[in-house]
């Protein structure tokens, strides 16, 4: 009886989670323009639609652009970052890994407040244009982003045997062959992971996009929220729908060749 309770609980916690999922994919093929119930048809104008408002295309090049830079980049700072956590004894360790895992916990909107303010203050010191710059936009997106590589990389490495890392360097091998032939290899689930998580969340950001984006610059999930304040129709389903078979899509085919639940 425990077991049955525990898997219906199960079941209506994912049916809950899963049921504003469901019912964006059904309104993106509704044919009636002004969303009711029971649909009056189905049709796939909407779809075609997303191409005829150049905003969702624009919106969605600066997202997957910003989402590849900031990716590239967190992975540049966030590996070896990880590496030096999990493989270093060093006065103020715990506070370091603290405090590169702290862009999950503080709220976006205050994230954004503080990535503005420091803009502000680095424009005013430097005297260069810096607000609503597009470098100024992946440099927070980097922020949001390096906490998914230091977490999974770690996980990672906390599977990795010291043992044969050791054995590569009695063998002759220094510091550099050791870790391109035995440690890289052995944390590659970790790296893809982070970076696929890293890039999920750099493109759909929302809040810390807000303060960050300038003239021209605007993202796809800023996109979405301007056009609901004016018209409400499946156009923005069909967009939805999209970015969800997109990102279906890059999970399926990473999971091909790393498998993701080792590190997830």
Known sequence: ?????????????????????????????????????????????????????????????????????????????????????????????????SLLLMPLIVPGVVLGTAMYVFHVELEDTLDVDVIGTFYALVAGHVVVVIPWIVRLVMASLAGVDRTTEEAAQNLGANRWVTFWRITLPAIRSGIVAGGLFGFVTSFGNLELSLFLVGPGRTTLPIVILQYLEWKIDPTIAAVSVVQIALIAAVMLITDRYVKLARVV
């Open 1 to 97: 009886m425990g077991r049955w309770a525990l898997n219906g609980v199960a079941a209506v916690a994912l049916g809950y989670i899963l049921l504003p999922l469901i019912f964006v994919v059904w309104l993106a093929f509704f044919r009636q323009e002004i969303p009711s119930f029971p649909p009056e048809g189905y049709s796939l104008r909407w779809f075609a639609a997303i191409l005829d408002q150049r905003k969702f295309v624009d919106g969605f090049i600066i997202s997957f652009e910003v989402g590849v830079l900031a990716t590239a980049i967190g992975l540049v700072l966030g590996v070896p970052a990880a590496l030096c956590l999990a493989r270093r004894e060093f006065a103020g360790r715990a506070a370091i890994g």
